[in-house]
């Protein structure tokens, strides 16, 4: 280490001297020489072979204890909480819209249509009119079972499938329930082609083996026709009754309404009867094979 050339041992007894002069003490002694003076290293403690291998063993014995600890812990949890099958996850968005309750129906006091001895109903609701007519009664099984629906909307048709269709129309009429369902097909009307699909309609007391129809036009009909004693009404008569809805006289129609409504009917179908009679096909007048037989005699020759 070097030193200032103006700051050594004789320059510092110098200024010792001069500060006793200064203060009136008495003289301190020699003052020794400030020099630097190096550290001592500090030496690594070392420890005896034996020694050091113990610490080493104790160590690995703590960590081994440490995991087979852990191992034991996350075990007991695993028993403690089995795993659950993986679900997906529902997407959960930010903010749901609050439900809002569809219109309520209310009672339309004019009807529109007719179809035999069917009874109507209307209701109505904002952009909505449906006239329900029905013929016969779904518990008694020895006659036929009609429910026609007539709806005017002013939006498109979005109700899907005609299965789809038959499970709510049948859920409204006093609780019905699609148990089965059948063949499906199309059959010609005046109105366009009707789809159909045979099925099995049940409440609480019977079922009732029928065949479901709509067609969508401007008017959108809907329904079903349940034929006596478990038989399924043949397509034509499924045809033959839908064709027999008509308008009131004087009733207030959209003109496309009318005019559908006043097209030529099928020449296939009979003259209009009673909608509870579409489905039962006329009885046909039995001949008796024993039936007494005039007999004709040729007459005598002169």
């Known amino acids: 280490m070097r030193q200032r050339p103006d700051f050594d041992d004789a320059a510092l007894a110098r200024a010792g001297r001069a500060l006793v002069q200064d203060i009136g003490v008495q003289d301190i002694g020699p003052v020794e020489p400030l020099l630097p003076r190096p550290l001592r290293r500090a030496e690594p403690r070392r420890l005896s072979r034996g020694a050091g291998r113990l610490r080493v063993l104790a160590r690995t014995v703590v960590a081994a204890g440490v ?54 109903g209307a209701r109505t609701q904002p952009g909505l009119r449906e006239d329900t007519l029905t013929a016969g009664e779904f518990a008694v099984q020895e006659a036929p079972y009609l429910r026609l629906v007539a709806a005017e909307s002013s939006e498109p048709d979005g109700e899907g499938s005609l ?33 159909t699909v045979d099925a099995t309609l049940a409440d609480g007391e019977g079922r009732r083996a029928c065949t479901a129809f709509r067609v969508t036009a401007v008017l959108r009909l809907e329904g079903w026709l349940c034929a006596p004693l478990g038989q399924l009404p043949e397509p034509q008569a499924v045809a033959c009754t839908v064709e027999r809805l008509a308008a009131l006289p ?14 030529p009917r099928m020449a296939a179908c009979p003259p209009e009867e009673p909608a509870t009679t579409a489905a039962v096909p006329a009885p046909r007048r039995a001949i008796r094979k024993n039936a007494a037989r005039v007999r004709h005699s040729r007459p005598a020759s002169p």
């Open 163 to 195: 299965f789809v269709a038959l499970a709510r129309r049948a859920a409204e009429a006093g609780g019905l329930a699609v148990v089965r369902s059948g063949e499906r097909g199309q059959v010609a009307s005046r109105f366009g082609a009707l789809e």
């Open 67 to 120: 995991i087979a600890l852990l191992s034991v812990l996350a075990s007991e949890r695993r028993l403690a909480d089995p795993p659950r099958a993986a679900e997906p996850t529902a997407f959960v968005p930010r903010y749901a819209a609050p439900a809002v309750a569809p219109p309520a129906w209310r009672e339309a006091a004019a009807d529109r249509y007719r179809l035999g001895e069917a009874t109507v």
């Open 250 to 263: 004087g009733a207030d129609l959209p003109a496309p309404v009318a005019a559908m409504l006043a097209g």
